[in-house]
């Protein structure tokens, strides 16, 4: 199921939300049986899609469009279930950086009514695995409509590193840099970027000038308030692009 397009944007997504959220808290609320209150019902997967798609909103950004395929929807008492959650999101949008993402899940049970209050209670997710990708036009763009002190940058990938280009605007004056450096997992939750190395040309050179700007893109991923218990099991830069692998589960 597609996020909205357009000017409206954000008027498409919660009208999306009303919708499937109405269509699924209608099924919950007939699937409850005080006589079987475990009886397993069957949800509309349309229905269930569209409250995933709504979901995801509360992580990335509105400007995001996602294409959400679910199989074997469920209610079980008080438990949404899905046999299998497909996400395919392009672009998946996070704090101004494109990204690509697929994302495939396996035997997820959600606190249904969590979910109809657009809160989101993972029980139970048998295997999750979601892989972001960004090239480096991406992160240029990112870089662009991060800082208004960042000039013009030119981004490089591969082998484990990156090179950052870019005319550095302090006051009146300008001061072309370069920096590189690296990622950095940290416990399995976050990812932050390490300037390694960072040469800036000009008179009177401010300290840490390069780095200081960069700072602004940490933390890079930061997985605290991203239900599921992922993991980040790898961070890679190759051949123009940033990949990054987010499991749980199995």
């Known amino acids: 199921m597609q996020g909205g397009q357009g000017p409206h944007r954000g008027e498409s997504v919660f009208a999306r939300w009303l919708w499937g959220g109405t269509l699924v808290l209608t099924t919950i609320l007939l699937a409850f049986s005080p006589a079987l209150p475990q009886t397993r019902e069957p949800v509309p997967d349309e229905a269930a899609a569209q409250l995933i798609t709504a979901a995801l909103f509360q992580y990335f950004d509105p400007s995001s469009v996602f294409q959400v395929t679910v199989f074997g929807a469920s209610i079980a008492g008080d438990s949404l279930r899905l046999e299998t959650v497909h996400i395919d999101g392009r672009p998946a949008v996070l704090h101004g950086f494109r990204a690509g993402l697929l994302a495939h899940l396996t035997d997820v049970e959600l606190d249904a009514a969590g979910m109809a209050a657009q809160q989101v209670r993972v029980r139970r997710v048998r295997k999750a695995t979601i892989v972001l990708e960004a090239t480096a036009r991406d992160v240029e763009a990112g870089l662009t409509g991060l800082s208004p002190r960042l000039l013009h940058p030119k981004v490089v990938l591969g082998d484990g590193q990156f090179e950052i280009a870019a005319t550095v605007a302090r006051g009146q004056k300008l ?65 123009g692009k940033v990949e990054f692998l987010l499991t749980a589960g199995e």
Do not use: F, M
Not at 177 to 201: D, F, K, M, P, Y
């Open 175 to 239: 001061y072309p840099a370069v920096a590189r450096g690296r990622l950095r997992i940290e416990g399995g939750q976050r990812v932050i970027v390490l300037v390694t190395r960072a040469t800036v040309s000009g008179d009177d050179v401010p300290p840490h000038l390069v780095e200081s700007e960069l700072a602004k893109l940490n933390p890079v991923v930061d997985l605290s308030r991203w239900p599921l218990g992922l993991r980040i099991q790898r961070a890679v830069l190759s051949r």
